[in-house]
């Protein structure tokens, strides 16, 4: 069964930062969570069960000592900042509810990225209602891939606490429509994200896979500034832009000019370029 969009890891330098720049987008901004690894993040939710997950470094020491034991997700966190800095966009993310068959089938599709994750977390709602969040997580990637890579994370275990609050968001988004990245070989890396999203080998059709919940499209380079106006560099794989779907696209123009926020439109498209704190460029589009 194919896997739907889960959600997606954009590194930031810092927290503040990144809550910052969200907020003054219109996003509403989780509390801080804290991984057992070294990482931080500050989430933003949707009302279609994606969010998006800004991550930091919070503890150096342990994050490298977690890194250097084989943890995947904080190796390829370190080995992103590297090579592309603190702000970007380095990681999408499949729901599954099997973990440990979606790493079996990395391995045998030749595309493990390394040793599966378990970990649990705190979680807390908008009115500090805390619980226990655990994850398990299956990592997929290519050799050339040192810019992005994918995940299959199955919830072992989904918090009780009321995340309505935090699924309002005053930009009027309710989802992520469609996930954007670059490609200088298009062809093989959507046969490598449909392998990871569980999908059958034909589901590959032009440049983009239709998952359950969301689009995912390859462009290269020249074709992403064609259709965004926002030049990118380009690489074997690199995830470029959020697209959400929001209730009313034109009247956000007043606020980010009222907020000093450098945007543009392209046909009906918003779009605001990457800035600290927004590593990815964001297209809003009417819902």
């Keep these: 069964m194919t896997h739907p969009l889960d959600h997606l890891v ?12 969200l907020g003054a987008l219109g996003f509403m901004v989780a509390p801080q969570g804290t991984h ?10 949707f009302g279609d069960g994606t969010f998006m997950e800004p991550l930091a470094i919070g503890d150096a020491d342990g994050a490298g000592q977690a890194a250097d034991a084989g943890n995947v997700f904080v190796g390829r966190d370190r080995a992103f900042r590297a090579g592309n800095g603190d702000d970007g966009f380095s990681a999408v993310v499949f729901g599954t509810d099997d973990a440990d068959a979606d790493h079996a089938r990395y391995i045998a599709s030749g595309i493990s990225a390394g040793q ?8 807390v709602d908008a009115s500090g209602k805390q619980d226990t969040a655990s994850f398990r997580l299956a ?3 290519a050799p050339d891939m040192a810019d992005a890579f994918v995940f299959a994370c199955e919830r072992a275990n989904a918090p009780k ?3 309505t609050a935090l699924q309002r968001h005053a930009n009027g988004v309710s989802a992520i429509r469609e996930v954007v990245g670059v490609s200088t070989d298009a062809e093989a890396k959507l046969r490598l994200l449909a392998v990871a999203a569980a999908m059958p080998a034909d589901a590959v059709s032009g440049n983009r896979l239709a998952l359950p919940n969301a689009d995912l499209t390859l462009l290269d380079a020249p074709g992403f500034q064609r259709r965004f106006g926002v030049a990118v560099m380009p690489s074997s794989l690199r995830f470029a832009a959020v697209v959400f779907a929001a209730s009313d696209v034109r009247s956000l ?3 980010l000019a009222g ?13 605001i370029p ?3 704190g927004q590593g990815a460029t964001f297209v809003f589009e009417e819902s």
């Design 10 to 21: 954009l590194p930031t330098r810092d927290l503040e930062t990144a809550r910052a720049r």
């Design 36 to 45: 057992p690894f070294g990482t931080i993040n500050c989430c933003v939710y």
């Design 116 to 123: 599966r994750l378990d970990f649990s977390r705190p979680f």
């Design 139 to 141: 990592f997929a990637a």
């Design 161 to 163: 606490v009321d995340r």
């Design 253 to 255: 123009a007043p606020r």
């Design 259 to 271: 907020a000093g926020i450098d945007h543009h439109f392209s046909g009906a498209s918003l779009v």
């Design 274 to 276: 990457p800035s600290a």
